[in-house]
């Protein structure tokens, strides 16, 4: 049997490191096996899948040099590899379910689920579908989707029992089918569910090894049952531990940079960043720290994955890629600098913001380097304002950083559309609000444009840099809390 793994992210955001660390590990067991690597692209959710994402995943997992031996961009025998090129696969094996009793038509209302979930939660029940459209006629069932009514597809799951599956590290799992939800499988836009498709692609691109991440483990039962339904094979589960911020919670944009274009523009070497992430829940079998992706193939041994939530520590990767530079002749180190501070696509952002406003070449330095370096470290007396108190510049930075956490895309008109609306629901000025920003972003009162060096930037640093602001003005617990709920009272356009 010919090992086969594969990495498949969604295309909704910036390249994430979760999704980095997953490859890596599903690359590795791949290249040690002489088996094969697929990248798939998960683009079911249309509204927010876009081509730009797509392509970063491509430019990040290249730059790590995690090469796919079949993908969208690779000829590959169990193409397509986007899942919206493969919806009419998905529809024959929906139809296959429901000709065989393993799956029902649901014509419930949003509202009349929220009402069942509401009722759930309050009487301290899992919440679960309620089966109210599970044993609908033929006959009305046809009624209704000759009348046009809005439905979706769900699949049965057994009233009593255990669903018991094995876990390579974790060992055997079971989990009552009472706290298994009537899954849907084919929304009311006519495109699967996550549920759906990763079963049936799994299947048909021949995987024999699923290592994905530990929160996918309740899903199990429900793709169990699918395969079973099918009467599929399914491949071998290994569920690994998540990434971890410092204080143990789920690596997240709140608390760190996540995007692995942060790491690459802020000077990282990819060596390094791989490095980092191998450590992750596994060590070397002499527990030497730095170590090649080869050294890794050679010595990998998946049942010494640990378990426990490995803690992504910035400062522990800062000085792992200390040693990797260290580790460098002068020209090759003069040769990365040159391409991560002048390259072609970074210069070229750089030169409308720069050219107008210098007056010699080495004007430049002064007028970027908290684009291309640190920004200097901040203070509470930077913050003084003629016209705004603490609390109005603390909400200013709070209020931001919330509406840049739920940003799907980080565009210079947006940006700026979103902070003037912001500004209009705090009741300031626009000047008066962009003042903190200017601080918190370049240290600066006056700088380059600030949504120019927003986008420059990047969501992950940018964020960063409000997050520090925030610590520099110390913000209680208590005051986080009441900002938190103020928050929740404003609109956020997308």
């Known amino acids: 049997m010919k090992v086969r793994t594969r990495i498949a992210p969604s295309p909704t955001g910036d390249p994430h490191v979760g999704t980095a660390y997953m490859a890596l590990f599903n690359w590795v067991f791949a290249r040690q096996h002489e088996g094969e690597f697929i990248l798939r692209i998960e683009d ?32 590959g025998a169990k193409g397509p590899y986007r899942q919206s090129e493969r919806k009419e ?18 014509f419930c209302s949003k509202e009349r689920l929220d009402t069942v979930r509401a009722e759930q939660q309050a009487a301290k029940q899992t919440t679960r579908y309620d089966g109210h459209c599970a044993n609908l006629s033929a006959e009305e069932v046809q009624a209704r989707l000759a009348a046009g ?16 599956f094995r876990d390579r590290l974790r060992g055997e799992i079971t989990i009552p089918y009472s706290q298994i ?10 495109m699967p569910t996550y549920h759906l498709a990763v079963v049936v692609d799994d299947h048909h691109m021949d995987i024999t090894h699923i290592l994905r991440g530990e929160e996918w483990l309740n899903s199990v039962p429900k793709h169990q049952l699918l395969y079973s339904y099918f009467d599929w094979p399914m491949p071998e589960l290994i569920h690994l531990p998540l990434l971890r911020n410092t204080d143990q919670s789920k690596l997240s944009k709140r608390k760190n940079p996540t995007s692995v274009t942060y790491y690459r523009d802020q000077g990282f070497l990819p060596e390094a960043l791989c490095n980092y992430l191998g450590l992750m829940g596994w060590s070397m079998p002499n527990e030497q720290e730095l170590f090649s992706l080869q050294e890794m193939i050679n010595a990998f041994d998946v049942d010494r994955i640990s378990t426990s939530g490995p803690i992504f520590d910035q400062d522990k990767l800062k000085w792992m890629n200390g040693q990797y530079l260290r580790g460098l002749d002068a020209d090759t180190y003069a040769a990365k600098v040159s391409a991560w501070m002048f ?9 409308p913001l720069v050219q107008q406003r210098a007056e010699r070449l080495s004007d430049l330095v002064p007028l970027i380097d908290y684009l291309v370096g640190a920004r200097r470290p901040l203070d509470p007396d930077d913050f003084e304002h003629k016209k705004l108190e603490r609390a109005q510049v603390v909400k200013v930075l709070h209020h931001t950083l919330a509406m840049f956490d739920r940003k799907r ?37 006056v700088s380059l444009p600030l949504f120019d060096s927003l986008v420059f930037l990047g969501a992950d640093l940018s964020r960063g840099r409000l997050r520090d602001a925030l610590e520099v003005l110390n913000v209680s617990g208590k005051e986080r809390k009441r900002l938190d709920k103020a928050v929740e009272q404003l609109h956020f356009s997308d």
Request: glycine residues 4%.
């Open 89 to 106: 696969l998905y529809l024959q094996h929906v139809q296959t379910l429901l000709d065989k009793n393993h799956a029902f038509y649901c």
């Open 181 to 190: 939800d009537m899954q849907v499988l084919l929304k009311a836009d006519g």
């Open 409 to 445: 895309e980080w565009l210079r008109d947006d940006l700026y559309a979103s902070c003037n609306q912001l500004a209009e629901q705090c009741d300031m000025k626009l000047r008066d609000f962009l003042f903190p920003l200017f601080i918190a972003i370049s240290g600066r009162e």
């Open 149 to 164: 009514e809005e439905h979706v597809v769900r699949m049965r799951v057994p009233e009593t029992g255990d669903c018991t």
């Open 343 to 351: 390259n072609e696509e970074r210069l070229a952002a750089l030169i």
């Open 44 to 75: 079911t959710d249309q509204a927010r899948s876009t081509t730009a994402s797509e392509q970063a995943i491509f430019t990040a997992l290249q730059w790590l040099g995690l090469d796919w031996d079949e993908g969208p961009d690779v000829e």
